[in-house]
């Protein structure tokens, strides 16, 4: 679990306590926070996965449902961009698609627009991570949605990553874009699900 589960859950099941004593035991006081501190408690799990082995492979950095597959032209020519949106039910440790060398770690403030408007991507606070596995350069960004109010990324420029690593979370619902070059092969479409750092997106060529 993540520890910020630890500081909320416990925290309001203190808060439970109090009402508890001061309400002489009303079970509608005492019900809220205690309801609120399991939900929290159950929001920051960190089950951990089993990484796929094998060469060239792109996993999830974040559970969730795939809400865009499509080619998009760019300075660097043409990309893949798979974008996954994470609901407040979701798993919301991310994790690294591939394995290299962080070379950029940009963190951008914003607005909360709903995370499954196309327009979160230009304005909601977002960090986006660049990996770079020696071969080729694989950039992700985690986009804050409208519940989410803050993003924890804890890797640097210069930090090596293990494909699958944990590498921050996004707090509530948010959005995960993860750019690829234009040859990747695809293995996941629009609609499909997928689980961070267990499920693969594409293949590198």
């Known amino acids: 679990m ?8 416990l925290g309001l099941f203190a808060a439970g306590a109090l009402a508890w004593v001061l309400t002489h035991g009303s079970r509608t006081a005492t019900g809220v926070p205690i309801l609120l501190g399991l939900f929290f408690l159950w929001f920051f799990r960190d089950p951990n996965r089993t990484v796929p082995a094998g060469a060239n492979l792109v996993v999830s950095p974040a559970d969730g449902k795939v809400t865009e597959c499509e ?4 300075p660097q020519g ?4 798979i974008s996954i949106f994470l609901s407040v ?10 394995g290299g060398t962080v070379t950029g770690v940009e963190y951008r403030k914003g607005t909360f627009v709903n995370a499954m408007n196309p327009e979160s991507v230009m304005f909601n606070e977002q960090t986006l991570v660049l990996v770079n596995d ?6 992700f960004k985690l986009i804050a949605g409208l519940l989410a109010r803050r993003i924890v ?6 930090d090596r990553v293990e494909r699958g690593q944990r ?24 609609g499909s699900r997928v689980k961070g750092g267990s499920s693969v997106l594409a293949k590198l060529v």
């Open 2 to 9: 993540v520890k910020d589960g630890y500081f909320y859950g």
């Open 71 to 74: 080619w998009i032209e760019t």
């Open 78 to 81: 043409s990309k893949v961009r």
């Open 89 to 98: 039910f979701d798993v919301h440790v991310n994790r690294t698609p591939i």
């Open 134 to 139: 020696g071969r080729v350069e694989v950039a």
């Open 153 to 158: 990324c804890n890797v640097r420029p210069g």
């Open 167 to 190: 590498i921050g979370i996004i707090k509530f619902g948010s959005r995960v874009d993860v750019l690829l070059p234009g040859d990747a092969q695809l293995q996941v479409h629009k």
